[in-house]
């Protein structure tokens, strides 16, 4: 049985679903997998969004480890980022008790440090193709749309010190032309992206329609992926991705899964 390290800062409510799905997942025993701890850099009190999702932990009964990122910035001062490896060494200790095979990172606020990266097997899901854009879903969106891409998807990648490049390990692509974009796009056509950006921002029907798309996708991709790992079709030897005894360089690719998925039964 594949053991799971789950990572999240919980904030809201993508946080709360993303554990929901794919708890429901391992309960139905579509994935020969537990859960073995869910840790968060929040502890109970900071905030509502986190209270909730601790909550929530509670009540699927999963062992919950936190360590407040807060009160350790308080206490050292001065920039976290001068202090990221200290507080990666108090959480590696914090969990030493778990030894799981994977860990996910679930709207886990903080960047890894070496110590951690090295310490854990740990994926990322980015909502981008592996050549595609960096950076927050919002900028992933807003870069789309200034390229006029035709194509995007979702990617779930190893978490290394690069940030948003590691590894590739799955992936999956969507098309955005076609259908209900078609005059989506021709509503924005001619205009800048930084124009849009201002007005009408993130309510422009083209961005909510990309990020709804990809939103529906990603939980499937990361449940696909993590269903591969259960049943031994992907592994990570030496921070590297492998199928079976072939060398993954690009990721393994989980489109049709993730489509058959969205499609039911």
């Known amino acids: 049985m594949l053991k799971i390290g789950w990572f999240s800062t919980g904030r809201g409510e993508g946080s709360l679903g993303l554990l929901h799905f794919i708890h429901q997942r391992l309960q139905s025993g579509d994935i020969d997998a537990q859960i073995q701890f869910v840790f968060s ?146 509503e924005v056509e001619g205009q800048a992206v930084a124009d849009l950006q201002a007005d009408p921002g993130q309510e422009l029907a083209l961005f909510k329609h990309i990020r709804s798309e990809g939103y529906r996708r990603e939980p499937w991709l990361l449940a696909a992926a993590l269903k591969a790992f259960s049943e031994n079709k992907v592994r990570i030897v030496d921070g590297l991705v492998y199928s079976h005894s072939s060398l993954l360089s690009g990721g393994m690719y989980l489109g049709e899964e993730v489509e058959r998925a969205l499609e039911g039964p």
């Open 41 to 186: 850099n929040r502890a109970m009190g900071e905030a509502d969004g986190s209270d909730r999702f601790f909550r929530q932990v509670n009540e699927y009964g999963l062992p919950l480890s936190t360590l407040s990122s807060q009160e350790f910035h308080r206490s050292v001062g001065g920039k976290f980022a001068d202090h990221r490896e200290e507080y990666d060494r108090q959480v590696i200790t914090h969990l030493q008790e778990f030894q799981p095979d994977v860990c996910v990172l679930a709207g886990y606020m903080l960047i890894m440090g070496k110590e951690m990266c090295h310490r854990y097997t740990m994926l990322n899901l980015h909502p981008a193709l592996p050549d595609g854009p960096i950076g927050t879903w919002q900028e992933v969106i807003w870069s789309l749309i200034g390229s006029r891409a035709q194509v995007t998807g979702s990617m779930i990648h190893l978490v290394t010190e690069d940030v948003d490049r590691g590894p590739v390990v799955a992936y999956s692509t969507m098309s955005i032309v076609g259908g209900a974009f078609d005059p989506l796009w021709q």
